[in-house]
């Protein structure tokens, strides 16, 4: 599953049947894969990747090209799947400390789209600072050098600088709350 299917992900968004036949024709024996390892069943798996394909058929339309890849929303999609399935059987403590281990830690395809959004917010945002105000602000929030390294590097006194980035934050922060 090595080609980006956002394409087609946005066709079965629109309802194109052809496009959800060649997504699963495409994918199907990756996602497969997956829901075998969690599940450990074929029988079981085959089944959950069923709902998983109606998932994607319903969910299309919240995915975002460009936020997340499709690879990672489809193998998320079928990752849940198969865990809430492994967790629908009757527990045992080994099969379940089995699904807790392949849980992915990091931000899901939602948060990773909120975080990117975010960023092209404060990218956008420190575009409209003076380009001297701007590198200073990323200096001393991104790279944490102190007011004092700051004022130094600018040739400006230490309270000029102090100015600079409380100045140069509310602007930030009203750009942000546009």
């Known amino acids: 599953m ?7 992900i946005g066709r079965v968004a629109l309802g194109d049947r052809r496009a959800f036949a060649a997504l699963y024709n495409q994918t199907s024996p990756k996602l497969l894969a997956i829901c ?14 069923q ?6 058929w ?8 460009g936020s997340a890849t499709s690879v990672a929303w489809l ?5 849940n799947q198969s865990i809430d399935a492994l967790r629908a059987r009757k527990p045992v403590a080994d099969e379940i400390d089995k699904a807790l281990d392949l849980a992915d830690a990091g931000p899901d395809p939602e948060a990773q789209v909120v975080i990117k959004d975010e ?3 404060i990218d956008t945002c420190m575009e409209e600072l003076e380009a001297d105000r701007a590198v200073a602000v990323k200096r001393a929030y991104v790279e944490g050098l102190s007011y ?20 140069s934050l509310l602007k930030l922060r009203e750009c942000m709350e546009r």
Do not use: C, S
């Open 36 to 49: 075998l390892r969690i599940l450990g069943n074929r029988n079981e798996a085959e089944e959950v990747l």
């Open 58 to 65: 319903q969910r299309a339309g919240a995915f975002t090209a």
């Open 148 to 167: 004092q390294e700051l004022a130094d590097q600018f040739g400006v006194p230490l309270n000029t600088m102090r100015t600079w980035l409380r100045r």
């Open 75 to 79: 193998a998320a999609i079928a990752r």
């Open 2 to 8: 090595t080609g980006d299917f956002a394409d087609l």
């Open 51 to 56: 709902e998983v394909y109606i998932k994607i």
């Open 119 to 121: 960023g092209r917010r």
